[in-house]
């Protein structure tokens, strides 16, 4: 379901204020006519007016000394058939203090009874997730008071409130089936290319691409596979001598049909979220859905618990900037997450990231970067000195 947009920004008249300045003019000017054009000045302090104006309406970035206000929702305001087992998102417009994010400011109730449940929070994000299933066909409401304050200490002027209606069934995300492409943290089509020294824990493999286009691991040869001082598990290609050729050849079968079951999953919980943008978020279960890019400039999180699934279906490309940090909360396991990718994916220098990355495009490590998770790519894995573990 989507987050609600919530319009906060303050109407005021401008043109009264330039009106009166206008009039002011005459008095400004004169005896001075006949040294300067007064139109021209004119038209110049019109232009510095209007500057200032838009300049005092810019909304203030994430991290600045205004006040905070509560910008988007999920459930949005009045939304019914939500399901039972929801997991309440309220994105704020500033970094919050996550120690005034708790049941006492963030409060949920079925008309006067409250809700038990937990509340976490990071950057802009609070998520409430119900201590018990929420009743079906019944009307909620969740209030956000005034002791939410921003990192710089600001508290919200008026409390936000907002309501929604429960359906009659709880949201059950299936997980992605990987099949036999789970055996490896590393799967590619054409390449796997390493700028030593990485470190692996797992099996990788590559097909139908032969071992000559696996480089930089000095790999020592054995009956069917190959070994490095570099990978905790063994290398397989589709030139070493069988069972391999066969086995690859049912891998990679089942990583195209685990990337098509990803990528086909209908009736997305969050559709464009933040445009793409997950820095400072916090992820809640669910299937994502972008068309675009996705992005994340600055750490996000991902909160849920050990058996929830969360599926991110992006269309264009996937990429982490340099020291990046994807932070699991919840109790939430690397194993439950998958990116499935249609453009290349890109993990900065440093940058840690967690999950199962299914790519039809490839994916590129940077110098440093970590992955807890798998890369499983339909061309090549470009790996630069890395840490790769399995979930």
């Known amino acids: 379901m989507n987050l609600e947009k919530v319009n906060t920004t303050p109407t005021v008249n401008k043109l009264e204020y330039i009106n009166l300045f206008f009039k002011q003019l005459p008095q400004i000017f004169n005896g001075f006519t006949k040294l300067i054009k007064v139109p021209a000045m004119l038209a110049l302090l019109s232009i510095m007016l209007l500057a200032g104006c838009k300049k005092s309406e810019d909304n203030p970035s994430p991290g600045s000394n205004a006040t905070p206000v509560v910008i988007a929702t999920s459930p949005s305001n009045n939304a019914s058939g939500v399901s039972l087992n ?15 994010l708790n049941t006492s400011t963030l409060i949920v109730k079925q008309g006067t009874s409250t ?76 390449a796997i290319n390493n700028g030593p020294t990485s470190n692996i824990t797992g099996d990788i493999a590559l097909s139908p691409a032969a071992t ?23 290398i397989f290609a589709a030139d070493m001598a069988a069972p391999t050729p066969i086995n690859l050849t049912t891998a990679v079968g089942d990583m195209n049909t685990a990337y098509n079951d990803a990528a086909g999953r209908s009736n997305p919980d969050f559709l464009a979220l933040n445009s793409g943008n997950l820095g400072g978020k916090t992820l809640t279960p669910g299937l994502y859905k972008w068309t675009n890019n996705v992005t994340a400039p600055t750490n996000f999180t991902i909160s849920g618990g050990p058996n929830d699934i969360w599926i991110f279906q992006v269309a264009g490309n996937l990429s982490l900037a340099s020291s990046v940090n994807v932070t699991l909360i919840g109790g939430a396991q690397a194993k439950n997450i998958f990116w499935q990718v249609a453009g290349t994916v890109t993990i900065g220098t440093s940058a840690k990231f967690k999950g199962i990355i299914l790519s039809k495009t490839g994916v590129t490590l940077q110098s440093g970067a970590t992955l807890n998770g798998r890369a499983l790519a339909q061309t090549a894995v470009i790996l630069a000195g890395n840490t790769v573990t399995t979930p």
């Open 212 to 234: 000559s286009y696996i480089t930089g691991f000095s790999l020592t040869n054995a009956t069917g596979y190959a070994t490095s001082s570099q990978i905790t598990g063994k």
């Open 115 to 190: 809700v038990s449940g937990n509340v976490s929070s990071s950057g802009t994000t609070a998520t409430f997730t119900p201590a018990a299933q929420f009743t079906a066909g019944a009307i909620y409401t969740v209030k956000v008071t005034t002791g939410a304050k921003s990192n710089t200490g600001k508290a919200m002027l008026s409390d936000s409130q907002f309501s929604f209606t429960t359906g009659s069934s709880s949201s059950t995300l299936a997980t992605v089936n990987l099949g036999t492409a789970g055996n490896y943290v590393i799967l590619a089509k054409t």
């Open 86 to 100: 929801k997991v309440i998102s309220v994105v704020f417009s500033e970094e919050m203090d996550a120690m005034t």
